[in-house]
């Protein structure tokens, strides 16, 4: 009969991984409002400037109905 050999190595180092995933996930919690504000700033961006080209389009058209 054989018995598995335990390996330290390998246990340190997953608990240094867990450790480090542990604090890059306390990082992206604490950076969520962040982003979300970004997002939603973006979005109001993305929306003013289609709003722009839909008014800009209206003014064509009644330009060339005015000739």
């Known amino acids: 009969m054989w018995f598995r050999r335990r390996s330290s190595d390998r246990s340190v180092e997953a608990e240094e991984a867990l450790v480090e995933a542990?604090?890059?996930l306390d990082e992206v919690k604490r950076r969520g409002p962040e982003v979300t504000e970004v997002?939603?700033?973006l979005r109001k961006m993305r929306e003013r400037n289609h709003f722009a080209e839909q008014l800009e389009e209206?003014?064509?058209?009644?330009?060339?109905?005015?000739?």
């Not at 209206?58 to 000739?67: N, P, T, W």
């Open 39 to 41: 997002a939603q700033a």
């Open 58 to 67: 209206l003014i064509v058209k009644r330009r060339g109905q005015l000739r």
């Open 22 to 24: 542990q604090k890059n």
